[in-house]
């Protein structure tokens, strides 16, 4: 059997070996195919990139190397992007950009002309020599950038200089430029801002990477918070440069994208209303021999903590600053003679509140249980705690009080007796207690910043254990040195000054009773004290101060800039509703009860009156209404204004009638209560 298979089985051979073959051949040949086309793949990949490279060294790219081949360099300068503009909350310009013709000189293209070229300048723009020469070799500006000289030039002088700028005057140009505009002067200032040239400090900012030299920018306000937005996008000239550094020919320019308008939360007319009222209202305070040296108000809604206006006096124009201001201009905005018009008062001076923080009081002793609404204590007219006596704002005995009533009557030595009772339970913790009044201030936002977008804000400060021993850190050298200046001399504040010098780090109660009725170290911004009432209007909403509603790109997309609510408190409806009824009283039947009767629209708030000596006394006053449904809160202060029911009070009231448009009574100063 197995011969048998002999033959077929090397036939079959055959044919295998066959099959080897021709597969062996087609491998071969795929294999060759394979090669040849990755070779060709590869050969096209080659010559598409030479003509890549051939393109752009010809079309993208030729001109630099031609000025390259030449000796010469290529030179990009930015173009600064028209900023956006600012609106308010019914879209009527508060900043805008006016196109205005701008004679601008490049000394390096003047050769010789140069000295005769500045003095006609000088003639024809009708400026001092000395001003044209310093504008035009000032080093803000980057090289080959063009310096401004004169801004708003007279059409006959722009048609005379590009008569002649091939020939009289080289070097010289006029170029129409968007002119940074306030239309309508000094009104919102402080919350506006001004711009001006970036400053080589700011230059090494991060926020500021990607400018340039001779950039402008916002120094203050919503010109500076918002700069991100308002900036834009800067665009190039692509210059051809000879060896010495003459431009011979623009290569190529990409236009600037103009920077995004803002929609403020502002409304002008109510912004117009309420500095014309703070105005009046300090000058009948200074007719009546009140210095009232500076003073702010804020009028925001309680829902959402926009700021309808802020004012804040004195004031400036911020149009002063396009283009420049003088030495002298900038020294008399920041002269103390003039109280410094540059600061914005209701977000960058703190002071004591007086009596308008005894809602925060209030707030901590019905949360911590030491009261009820209904609780009664003496309102006697002199307290006394460890020896010490203190006074209430009034001489007469005010007999047994309410919450209620002694918010009416603003009684300081109700208020006393609170603070010694949450004095008391803070000793009994050891040395590191919660502290019950700051806690409750510090849960309202104050001693932190408020997040309003604006620059500068101050935080305020609320004093206590800790903040008494950092502050007696840092002044117990100079303390204890006028100790012993003072032991010298045999002085009566020796033996304090020996006590504070050694010991000065101590929470007292003398501390306490100061905070309780907003005395002392305690320090606040008018918009800190309006965002806390507005949280007692609203029911327990900390809002987020804002002034941007939104920003509105070129192209029309809006980007929504409304913040959310810093908080929300966990107060119960009954001990804000016994502040409510309290504030209500101050109007009806308490200090500013005279100054409010017969206001057509029910008004909850308090005075305020913080001591400030030796100078005259802080007037303050913060209320909400209507009571029963608060659209408005409002928060004047008035530096030196005298008590809170004489100065700030009428001029809320007149706030008041303007934004529920009633009829507006003869703005006067009221009676000196607290």
Known sequence: MARGWGPLSAAAGARLAIVRSVRQAADRAESVRLRLTFLAVLLLSLFVLLLARLWFLQIMAG????????????????????????????????????????????PDEMGDARERVYSDLARLLDMDREKVVERAE?????????????????????????????????????????????PHGELAAHALGY???????????????????????????????????????????RLEVNPAGEVVREL???????????????????????????????????????????????????SDGSVVAMASRPTFDPGRFVGGISVDGWRRLNDSDKHYPLINRAVQSAQPPGSVFKAVTSLAALDEGLITPTTQLACPSVWEWNGFHYPNWQSRDGGQLGLVDALAESCNTYFFELARRMWK??????????????????NLGLGQLTGVDLPSERSGTVPGRQWKRQYWERTREST????????????????????????????????AVNLAVGQGDLLV??????????AIANGGTLPTPHLTEAAVAPDGEVTDLSPEPAAQLDYPSTHLDAIHQGLIAVNERGTAS???????????????????????DISWYVGYAPAQSPRYVVAVMVAQGGGGGQTAAPITRHIFEGLFDVAQTPLGTGPNTD
Not at 525 to 534: C, D, H, I, K, S
Request: aromatic share 4%; hydrophobic share 30%; charged share 30%.
């Open 63 to 106: 001109e630099q190397f031609v000025a390259e081949a030449t000796g010469n360099a290529v030179r990009t300068v930015t173009l600064d992007p028209p900023r956006g503009k600012m609106v308010d909350r019914d879209g009527q310009a508060l900043v805008r950009n006016r196109m205005t013709p701008v004679v601008a000189v490049r």
């Open 138 to 182: 000032s080093q803000r500006y980057g090289p080959f950038r063009p310096r401004p000289i004169a801004t708003d030039v007279p059409v006959d002088v722009v048609s005379y200089i590009h008569e002649r700028s091939a020939t009289r005057y080289p070097g010289v140009r006029v170029e129409t430029k968007p002119r940074r505009e306030y």
């Open 195 to 237: 711009v001006g040239q970036i400053s080589s400090e700011d230059l090494k900012k991060e926020r500021y990477t990607g400018y340039q030299r001779g950039a402008v920018i916002g120094w203050s306000g919503l010109e500076r918070a918002r700069e991100p937005s308002l900036r834009g996008t800067p665009g190039q000239r």
């Open 252 to 302: 190529g320019r990409t236009p600037p994208e103009p920077g995004s308008d803002l929609r403020l939360t502002l409304d002008t007319e109510t912004q117009r209303m309420v500095e014309d009222a703070l105005t009046k209202g300090m000058q009948v305070a200074r007719d009546d021999d009140l210095p009232a040296t500076a003073g702010a108000a804020v009028v925001m809604d309680p």
């Open 425 to 442: 339970i803070e000793q009994s913790q050891g040395d590191d207690p919660r502290q019950l009044i700051q806690t409750h201030a510090h």
């Open 480 to 511: 204890c040195a006028q100790a012993e200046e003072a032991r010298a001399r045999g002085s009566d504040n020796a033996e304090l000054l020996t006590e504070l010098c050694e010991s000065g780090w101590r929470w007292r109660g003398g501390d």
């Open 525 to 534: 911004t008018p918009l800190q004290m309006a965002n806390v009432y507005a």
């Open 594 to 616: 005279a100054v409010f009767a017969d206001m057509p629209v029910r008004v909850a708030g308090k005075t305020g009156t913080a001591q400030n000596e030796p100078k005259e």
